[in-house]
T-cell receptor
Framework: QQQVKQSPQSLIVQKGGISIINCAYE??????FPWYQQFPGKGPALLIA?????SEKKEGRFTISFNKSAKQFSLHIMDSQPGDSATYFC?????????????FGTGTQLKVEL | DTAVSQTPKYLVTQMGNDKSIKCEQN?????MYWYKQDSKKFLKIMFS???????INETVPNRFSPKSPDKAHLNLHINSLELGDSAVYFC???????????FGPGTRLTVL
């Protein structure tokens, strides 16, 4: 059972364009929605995160849009750069006894071309 | 000044062997995790420890046994390795009750 669905699986964007990755979740107990960025051979690193009490969060070129009623959230990367080429994972979690159990989406491989 | 470190980075072994992966964090976090990333890059949590106490134990074969000697270390021991165990294993840590998880560089396990 895939509790967090992510699309697209891969994405090619021209330099300077907007990259958009979408996720949908099922479990209404989720209360934390992070996006992780992973470069080849490295561990995932937190990019940006949102809680369900706000509909949007922006950090630099990265924005999360959150729609609680639709149980969907998305990552927008403005002015995409070749250095943004990586795999992006959405995730969701709810606090479980002192630790957060992250449920990840299936990942989106982003390539930004010159 | 590595935050979350894992050893070894690569591990190649034969089916049926027993192996261990070590993880250490110097962030002072209370909670540590093990994740498995399969060949399709899907990340799934395996275990979580909070102050040396097991708090999350997903549906993982009992051939996998985590051990936390102190809150800065969480090791993963795998018995009777199988071909399907081949994956990249990531250790992570987070502050007690905190949201952000900091991942290690991963250990690529290949079972032949």
């Amino acid at each position: 059972q895939q509790q967090v669905k992510q699309s697209p699986q891969s994405l090619i964007v021209q330099k300077g364009g907007i990259s958009i990755i979408n996720c949908a979740y099922e479990n209404t107990a989720f209360d934390y929605f992070p996006w992780y960025q992973q470069f080849p051979g490295k561990g995932p690193a937190l990019l940006i995160a949102i809680r369900p009490d706000v509909s949007e969060k922006k950090e630099g070129r990265f924005t999360i849009s959150f729609n609680k009623s639709a149980k969907q959230f998305s990552l927008h990367i403005m002015d995409s750069q070749p250095g943004d080429s990586a795999t992006y994972f959405c995730a969701a979690s709810s606090l479980t006894g002192g630790g957060n159990k992250l449920t990840f989406g299936t990942g989106t491989q982003l390539k930004v071309e010159l | 000044d590595t935050a979350v470190s894992q050893t070894p980075k690569y591990l190649v072994t034969q089916m049926g062997n027993d192996k261990s992966i070590k993880c250490e964090q110097n962030l002072g976090h209370d909670t540590m995790y093990w994740y498995k990333q399969d060949s399709k890059k899907f990340l799934k949590i395996m275990f979580s420890y909070n102050n040396k106490e097991l708090i999350i134990n997903e549906t993982v074969p009992n051939r996998f046994s985590p051990k936390s000697p102190d809150k800065a270390h969480l090791n993963l021991h795998i018995n009777s390795l199988e071909l399907g165990d081949s994956a990249v294993y990531f250790c992570a840590s987070s502050p007690g009750g905190g949201d952000e998880q900091f991942f290690g560089p991963g250990t690529r396990l290949t079972v032949l």
